[in-house]
C-alpha cells in the first residue's frame, strides 16, 4: 500500500508541470528540486525498462533546460 501511494504521489507531483514563474526566480534550488522530482518518477517507471543511466541523462538535460530558461526569463 505504501509503494501504491508513493508511485501516486511521484506522479502527481511530475504532472503539477514546470514551476510557476514566481518561483522560477528563486533560482538554482527550484530548478534542482523539479527535475530531481522528475527524475524520481523516471526511476519508478522507465529506469526497470530504460535503464538508470537514461534517467541521469534526463535529470542532467532538466536542470541544464532549467537553469537556461531561468537565465532567458
Do not use: H, N, W
Not at 503539477?16 to 528540486?33: D, I, M, S, Y
Not at 541523462?57 to 537553469?67: L, T
Request: glycine residues 16%; negative net charge; aromatic residues 8%.
Amino acid at each position: 500500500m505504501r509503494r501504491v501511494l508513493m508511485i501516486l504521489s511521484v506522479v502527481a507531483l511530475g504532472l503539477a508541470g514546470t514551476p510557476p514563474q514566481a518561483q522560477a526566480a528563486k533560482g538554482e534550488a527550484v530548478c534542482e528540486g523539479y527535475c530531481v522530482t522528475v527524475a524520481a518518477g523516471c526511476y519508478v517507471f522507465v529506469g526497470f525498462f530504460a535503464g538508470k543511466d537514461k534517467c541521469d541523462a534526463m535529470y542532467e538535460g532538466c536542470v541544464a533546460g532549467c537553469k537556461a530558461g531561468l537565465e532567458e526569463g
